[in-house]
């Protein structure tokens, strides 16, 4: 059974920085691109970025709101993709949530539970 | 950046009725575009890929259409479990890559 697993969530303040991982199971993990998507409170869905496998280079794509500030990374060995987050800002606040994306195709099929990330002094 | 507009933003809808959500991008994505089906509190759920494909698992009365700008998710007969938040999102990689979700449209009991 797919499942994907984040942790880290809590809050921070404004200008900190947090590091969430998300831990898979059930699956080959390096044959697969993970993604971030988060939720504002009483929000829609936003896309933060994603990690490529890496026989497609490992490499990363971001969205403009975080680019310079999120990096996310991933370690094949333990089947875990990270999101660190610097310069934490109040509009950061969110659930965040990990996915793993559709080989070849354009979605993500599983999804973790998320962790709440709050940003406040 | 792609833009992409849901309408209607909120839908009342009854047992047993055909309902169609709209899905229209500000450029051409060709089939890269996904549906996911929201219940509050849960995380999202795959419904649709590549426009038109349903996702192992998801019932038939689920669809998907359109490519280029104008995409559409059809539900032939509303069941009660399909009370929920619909988003699109869209997958399109040039010139720079940017997988922007739609706003939502929220579908209740009429």
């Known amino acids: 059974e797919v499942q994907l697993v984040e942790s880290g969530g809590g809050l921070v303040q404004p200008g900190r920085s947090l590091r969430l991982s998300c831990t898979a199971s059930g699956f080959t993990f390096g044959d697969y691109a993970m993604s971030w998507v988060r939720q504002a409170p009483g929000k829609g869905l936003e896309w933060v970025g994603f990690i490529r496998s890496k026989a497609y280079g490992g490499t990363t794509e971001y969205a403009a709101s975080v680019k310079g500030r999120f990096t996310i990374s991933r370690d094949d060995s333990k089947s875990i993709a990270y999101l660190q987050m610097n310069s934490l800002k109040t509009e950061d606040t969110a659930v965040y949530y990990c996915?793993?994306?559709?080989?070849?195709?354009?979605?993500?099929?599983?999804w973790g539970q998320g962790t709440l990330v709050t940003v406040s002094s | 950046a792609i833009q992409l507009t849901q309408s209607p933003s909120s839908l009342s809808a009854s047992v047993g009725d055909r309902v169609t959500i709209t899905c229209r991008a500000s450029q051409g994505i060709s089939s890269a575009l996904a549906w996911y089906q929201q219940k509050p509190g849960k995380a999202p759920k795959l419904l649709i890929y590549?426009?038109?494909s349903l996702e192992s698992g998801v019932p038939s009365r689920f669809s998907g259409s359109g490519s280029g700008t104008d995409f559409t998710l059809t539900i032939s007969s509303l069941q009660p479990e399909d009370f929920a938040t619909y988003y699109c999102?869209?997958?399109?990689?040039?010139?720079?890559?940017?997988?922007?979700f739609g706003q939502g449209t929220k579908l209740e009991i009429k």
């Open positions: 590549d426009a038109s």
């Open positions: 999102q869209q997958f399109n990689s040039y010139p720079h890559v940017m997988y922007t």
């Open positions: 996915t793993r994306e559709v080989v070849a195709a354009t979605g993500s099929d599983y």
